[in-house]
């Protein structure tokens, strides 16, 4: 009984505290993709398990703020080869960096309907800035955002060693997102 007590009082302190800007992501609708070409053949791939805490308002840029952790080791491409060998130190190196942050804090409109997050990207041990721009509609209580970014990964060490100028893996990594969030 006091366990019940004590839930439905942290859902009662939690839904008063959510800004009418605060959104939950549902991943089950949502993708973080990436996509380029290993030895001349195209290879695409996601990853399961990530969360966003996200807080936009189209009418506050000034206020909002987001921030995604991917957890690198749940990259997958169906491909065994390239499977195990994204976790390992030339790559990821999950044993060692478990997480990728994507934050920002700075929006800025675009056109109808588009935007630009600047914030920074870190990967491994690496901190860059990046300017995402996505592509936002807000239907009720529902919004789906879509973005694509470039991403050069020998800037974040991803296979700096084994593959230093790119001749086996494309330079430019293809990140491609689709998010559907409710209003908290």
Known sequence: MIRLFSLIV?????AQNASANDWLVDTAKSRVAFAGAHAGSAFEGQFSEWSAEISFDPADLAAARVRVVINTASAAT???????????????????????VFTADS?????????????TLQIRDEVRPISLDFSLRITGDTATMTAAH???????????????????VSKDIQLTLAVTAQRQ
């Not at 056109?111 to 914030?119: C, K, M």
């Not at 470039?150 to 086996?168: F, I, Q, V």
């Open 150 to 168: 470039t991403l050069d990964r020998l800037a974040y060490g991803l296979g700096a060693t084994s593959d230093p100028t790119a001749d086996w």
């Open 107 to 119: 929006f800025t409109l675009t056109g109808e309907g588009t935007y630009r997050a600047d914030g």
């Open 10 to 14: 942290f859902l009662i302190i939690t």
């Open 78 to 100: 169906g491909n065994t080869l390239y499977d195990t060998t994204l976790p390992g130190e030339d790559w990821f190196n999950t044993a060692a960096f478990e997480m990728a």
